[in-house]
């Protein structure tokens, strides 16, 4: 592969006789072991690697083709960019549609056909299930940092590190600019959140959006150290900072009660992991029983747990729900969305 492709591509094979083949739980079974012997399931992640979408996609290809009937090898591959709307836009228009191409998704691409244009719709993703939802804060790097506080932030500006305008590390800062009068300055163009860190560490940014679960899987010193200042979260209620304020609490009417919930979808999401139209629904319906059994296996969870990676299991169902809920948001919520994120 040449090096000037603008994607990376990284092969992690899951050898299939690590494990016995699945148990047959679900119609289709036959024809899917049948289909999937001997076969290559990619599994694409929108980010760079070293940040936790790369750690949960590797959990994911290591302990899935076990469970997949027929046992394939599976890989994973990275296409970073766009907040994950290239992997997304890929995986939706390009990549194979007959159950053996697998996205992961950075959830805030859900969002991104509401407010700007790309080139795919969430809302017909078919849906495998979700390892883990993702309640997210916006914290700083405690040495050197400019504010303490929601409040400060109203009165001195604080630099946060940000992947691009798809990404939540820009939507939440900018939501909250709007909601409460913060002053935060948005820096785009970091390739993913492990630079991001990175420019924290160095005092380049004073902080950033981050998914709990991305601290506490990701930089999990951080936390035991007290590195960081925590303040504002959002999604459901991380009880490790329980009295740090919740994005909705500054929500002055029901309009922005509704904007503070579109975003909030993405922490209901989660790590989740969905197939293209046109996979046919005996393979849709065995990779979602395969995904199932995964996060059932005790090994998973062992290796989940080893590496500090929260898991809890989202059905496809809920996570269906939850973006065609999203897609019912009132155009004039949108409208404004698109003001305060400025996207035209």
Not at 135 to 160: F, H, Q, Y
Not at 281 to 286: L, S
Request: include cysteine.
């Amino acid at each position: 592969m040449k090096k000037s492709m603008t994607y990376a591509l990284s092969t992690v094979s899951v050898v299939a006789a690590l494990g016995m083949a699945a148990p047959a739980v679900a119609d289709g079974h036959g024809e899917a072991a049948e289909f999937y012997k001997g076969k290559t399931v990619t599994v694409m992640i929108p980010s760079s690697l070293g940040g936790t979408l790369g750690l949960y996609g590797r959990l994911v290809v290591e302990n899935l083709g076990k469970h997949i009937p027929g046992n394939p090898t599976v890989i994973i591959q990275s296409r970073p960019g766009g907040g994950g709307t290239k992997g997304a836009a890929y995986a939706y228009n390009a990549a194979p549609k007959d159950g053996t191409f697998i996205a992961e998704v950075l959830a805030p691409s859900v969002l991104a056909p509401l407010v700007r244009k790309v080139k795919f719709d969430a809302s017909k993703f078919q849906w495998i299930g979700s390892v883990v939802p993702r309640p997210a804060v916006i914290s700083v790097w405690r040495e050197g940092a400019t504010v303490s506080s929601v409040d400060d932030a109203k009165k001195n500006e604080a630099i946060l590190g940000s992947t691009g305008l798809g990404s939540e590390t820009y939507l939440a800062p900018t939501l909250l600019n709007h909601l409460a009068g913060t002053k935060f300055k948005v820096v785009k163009g970091y390739k993913g959140g492990a630079e991001v860190n990175k420019a924290m560490e160095s005092g380049e940014v004073h902080g950033r959006m981050q998914y709990w679960s991305g601290w506490t899987a990701g930089k999990p010193q951080w936390l035991a150290d007290n590195k960081l200042i925590h303040l504002v979260s959002y999604g459901s209620t991380i009880p490790e900072i329980s009295n740090v304020p919740g994005l909705m609490s500054f929500a002055k009417n029901d309009e922005e009660k509704k904007m503070v919930a579109f975003l909030e979808v993405c922490a209901k999401v989660g790590m989740g992991f969905w197939v293209p139209e046109g996979v046919p629904a005996g393979r849709v319906k065995a990779l979602q029983v395969a995904f199932k059994a995964m996060m059932d296996d005790p090994e998973f969870a062992a290796a989940a747990k080893k590496r500090k990676a929260p898991i809890e299991y989202v059905s496809p169902a809920d996570l269906t729900k939850y973006v065609s809920d999203v897609y019912k948001t009132p155009p004039a919520t949108i409208a404004k969305l698109k003001e305060v994120f400025g996207f035209k």
